[in-house]
């Protein structure tokens, strides 16, 4: 799942509006953003298997640190617990720390079953929803979509940026969403691991489109 998971931070707007929208992107994306450098690091696999479903080519074969269920419960609440001991709001680090746990669930209908529900454990589960890329497309888009909606109504633009660089965003989400769906296997393992790395881009983008907009209601 890819837009899926931007969809939940735009839509976490609603609920924590005192928090950028850069940082519900981290939170969403958390577990995406720590894989890449653990792959970079020998420390997960995943191995390029064009055909293993019809969405993605990739075969994650070994991934317990950043994506087994009990650890992403644990950097769900190191993430919420540690934006709790900066702003000592509540509400925004318990919405973050339940964004980075809802990765996993979303990732749980999709994946083949190769999420591991511990670091240790052979278990490893998946609803495989890869194998029908019309019911991924309208899973992701339908997330994505309400998402969306749910931060125009939680936020406002404050000036022609906080406008033109919101619909940026999404144009090119859908934009990359769309390549990943249409394109070619990638090269390489290393090459998907510094792909990944540019998610950060989109962390950036999201603080950008931020500045610019104010929330509709601060409670």
Not at 28 to 52: C, R, T, Y
Not at 188 to 194: E, K, L, N, R
């Amino acid at each position: 799942m890819f837009i899926g998971h931007f969809g939940t931070a735009f839509g976490a707007k609603a609920l924590a509006p005192r928090v950028s929208l850069g940082t519900l992107f981290i939170a969403a994306q958390f577990i995406d953003l720590l894989w890449p450098v653990l792959l970079l690091l020998g420390l997960e696999q995943v191995s390029i298997v064009p055909g293993i479903t019809r969405v993605t080519p990739l075969d994650f074969t070994s991934y317990p640190i950043s994506h087994s269920l009990l650890m992403v419960c644990l950097w769900g609440a190191v993430v919420g617990g540690a934006y709790w001991l900066v702003r000592r709001n509540r509400t925004a680090a318990v919405t973050l720390g339940l964004l980075v746990i809802s990765h996993w669930v979303l990732d749980f209908f999709t994946h083949r079953p190769d999420l591991p529900l511990t670091p240790v454990g052979e278990t490893r589960v998946g609803l495989g929803l890869w194998g029908s890329p019309v019911g991924t497309v309208l899973l992701e888009g339908g997330i994505f979509a309400l998402g969306v909606f749910f931060y125009l109504r939680a936020s406002r633009a404050r000036d022609r940026i906080g406008t033109w660089a919101f619909w940026g965003l999404v144009a090119f989400l859908l934009l990359v969403y769309a390549a990943n769906l249409a394109g070619d296997p990638p090269p390489s393992v290393t090459a998907i691991a510094w792909a990944g790395q540019l998610q950060w881009l989109f962390v950036l983008w999201g603080y950008w489109v931020d500045r610019h907009r104010v929330a509709r209601v601060i409670p």
